[in-house]
């Protein structure tokens, strides 16, 4: 097992630097300069051009890329153009609102999505079932800003319950936490129907009938552990995503998290501050999935065993 | 001989989809008295599985329809027990071995947990008592008790079905019911579970209903004997019947003429030709009609009743009514 962990956080190092070689070209490739975007429009050509020159935006890509890397390996992520900070500052200050979004959503999606899967799966055909699996195929198909935005409309201007945007108190969370949660429910309850109908039909559920257990103990014992592998994988795939900053939400709520952080980052063409925020969250989706990898161990047996040969 | 504890009466069992409808158990009775072994014969497809999970009432929900029937455990009908009723009687009074040990333990929880818990279901103890029993089961199939912390993917076929074994034991269950208990295993180990199986439900002094569709098992180990086909009993009787009396029906002759022997020479099997009916389509008439060797024009038309000798009950034209003289 620990042999496992280690080797999985050594391929962490080719995925990363996979991830800084594409997202550094791809801001290469993009129109316009940084010079132009700090000084404004009304600087002139040659103060943006000397800037150019001082920040080596005028190198060849090779060098600047190999100039970069030797900078990372040494630590130094590089300063925002943005304020002249060091890119991480702004990336910790922010990214406690994306993580305490995040664990909220993530906690609301598995305390809805899982039981009401199980339920749809165990009383199957059934009016609930109908019902969840309904509102659940809706809510997957509209979009999480028009939810959101809906959302806006209904709770903070007609009922005035919550505030619309910022995020002062616990009250500004409990929107972007729902909208949020609702999309990412509605998949996870598809995936535990799907994958809790199969696990009922198992013959080791019949064993368990057999043997005189109560329903609710051959469900939430026997087949639920069973069927919980791929609802696992989608909800460290959806806690990655959710990391990433859910930079639609994170902007109609105007919270000041990482995906506001990202997208005004890209407006701006604040390579550095790109480059550290793409990092970062690269380096977290990894550290989620091998969490994911490690929990299936603890889930299946017959997986654990397959880490340690 | 004490009277039979156990009894199945003119048992219908349908499993029905938006497509077809399967006539699986057609008016099953059977009948078995304490301390002995029934063996249910049948080729694939006959109603075994089905017998038995009807009286486990583990018959799957929805597609499955017990029309009429009736079963007897201990002059209490199971069928009309409510479903919390039902339970303390699976795992306790009735247990079950079934067909392939692969798929029926859960493959996430140890083979100790398992085992544990159908006496956390059906006894109140101490956890040390609980522990020890646990071990003392281990132990009774076989298996070093400190393997009980592994789980079923860490056994072998005949292992795990040690341990559904050891799970059917548990609570010493009045009825065990072993379903094909051998056939997913290895030629060599199934002398050997079977054995187990055998000397356990003696200690025990427990009752087995057999399922299986191998006669040189039933000749070890039964008592009594039913042959059934499509759905219905068509022989039943003592092992000495069924194996040594001069009357069969002609599918059990079938049956004993398909496996091969030793003492003759051949180069070929000599199975019975043809195959079973249709269970969605059954045939009016004796449902081995189409097969017989010996087929009557009465055969096609009309059902055959028992014809009953001592213990010894046979289901066909042959052996009733006016026939009777030629056939003999």
């Not at chain 2, 079977?194 to 006669?215: G, N, R």
Request: aromatic fraction near 8%; glycine fraction near 8%.
């Amino acid at each position: 097992m620990h042999k496992y962990v280690l080797k999985r956080l050594i391929l962490m190092v080719p995925i990363i630097l996979g991830v800084i070689f594409i997202v550094f070209t791809i801001t290469s490739l993009t129109p316009g300069d940084p010079g132009r975007m700090m000084l404004g429009m009304t600087a002139s050509q040659e103060a943006v051009d000397k800037l150019n020159e001082e920040l080596g935006f005028n190198d060849p890509y090779v060098v600047r890329f190999a100039k970069y890397l030797g900078n990372i390996v040494r630590g130094d992520f590089g300063k925002s153009y943005k304020n002249n900070q060091p890119v991480f500052d702004e990336i910790f200050a922010r990214f406690p609102t994306t993580l305490k979004l995040a664990l909220a959503s993530i906690t609301v999606t598995i305390l809805i999505g899982i039981p009401l899967g199980v339920l749809a799966a165990v009383r199957q055909y059934s009016k609930l079932d109908m019902i969840s699996t309904v509102s659940a195929l809706f809510i997957a198909a509209v979009p999480s800003f028009w939810l959101a935005l809906v959302c806006i409309l209904a709770f903070s201007l007609h009922l005035g319950w919550f505030p619309p945007n910022g995020i002062g108190s616990i009250a500004h969370y409990v929107m972007p936490t729902f909208t949020l949660s609702v999309v990412y429910a509605a998949s996870i309850l598809r995936m535990t129907r799907t994958t809790m109908l199969e696990s009922i039909r198992q013959d080791y559920v019949r064993t368990a009938r057999g043997k005189g257990a109560t329903p609710a103990q051959v469900i939430w014992r026997h087949a639920l552990k069973n069927a919980l592998l791929p609802v696992v994988t989608s909800m460290g795939m959806s806690f990655g995503g959710l990391l990433g900053g859910a930079v639609v939400i994170e902007q109609v709520f105007g919270m000041p998290g990482l995906g506001t952080l990202l997208i005004n980052a890209i407006k701006m063409k604040d390579i550095p501050q790109v480059m550290a925020i793409t990092i970062f969250l690269a380096t977290l989706f990894c550290t989620i999935m091998l969490l994911v990898d490690i929990l299936y161990a603890f889930i299946d047996p017959r997986i654990k065993a397959r880490y340690t040969s | 001989m004490s009277e039979a504890f156990f009894t199945i009466q003119d048992l219908w069992v349908r499993y029905v989809t938006d497509h077809e409808t399967v006539y699986a158990v057609n008016g099953l009775s059977l009948s078995l008295k304490r301390g002995q072994t029934l063996g249910l014969v049948g080729e694939t497809g006959a109603g075994k599985t089905t017998t038995a999970l009807s009286i486990m009432r583990l018959l799957p929900p929805r597609v499955s329809r017990v029309d009429q029937g009736n079963i007897l455990f201990n002059g209490v009908s199971l069928m009309d027990l409510s479903e919390e009723e039902m339970r303390r009687v699976r795992g306790e009074k009735i247990a079950m071995i079934y067909q392939d040990p692969m798929t029926s333990l859960n493959p996430v929880m140890t083979v100790g947990d398992q085992v544990q818990e159908v006496l956390e279901l059906h006894k109140k103890q101490s956890r040390r008592a609980l522990y020890k029993r646990v071990d003392e089961l281990f132990a009774m199939v076989g298996i070093p008790p400190d393997r009980k912390k592994e789980y079923p993917h860490q056994f072998s076929g005949g292992m795990k079905q040690r341990i559904v074994i050891a799970m059917a034991l548990a609570c010493e269950p009045e009825l065990l019911i072993a379903d094909e208990p051998t056939t997913a295993l290895d030629v060599t180990i199934q002398a050997q579970v079977l054995q187990m199986i055998a000397k356990l439900k003696d200690e025990l002094d427990t009752s087995m209903l057999l399922i299986t569709h191998d006669l040189g098992v039933v000749a070890q180990t039964c008592d009594m004997v039913a042959i059934m086909y499509a759905g219905k009993i068509i022989e039943s009787g003592t092992v000495h019947d069924i194996f040594h009396n001069k009357d069969h029906h002609p599918y059990t002759e079938g049956l004993f003429g398909s496996i091969p022997k030793l003492t003759v020479e051949s180069r070929r099997l000599s199975p019975i030709e043809g195959l079973m009916p249709d269970p969605t389509n059954l045939p009016d008439g004796c449902a081995f009609a189409g097969r017989c060797p010996a087929c009557m024009p009465i055969c096609m038309a009309q059902e055959p009743d028992y014809c009953q000798r001592a213990s010894h009950a046979i289901k066909c034209h042959l052996f009733t009514g006016e026939n009777r003289g030629e056939a003999v």
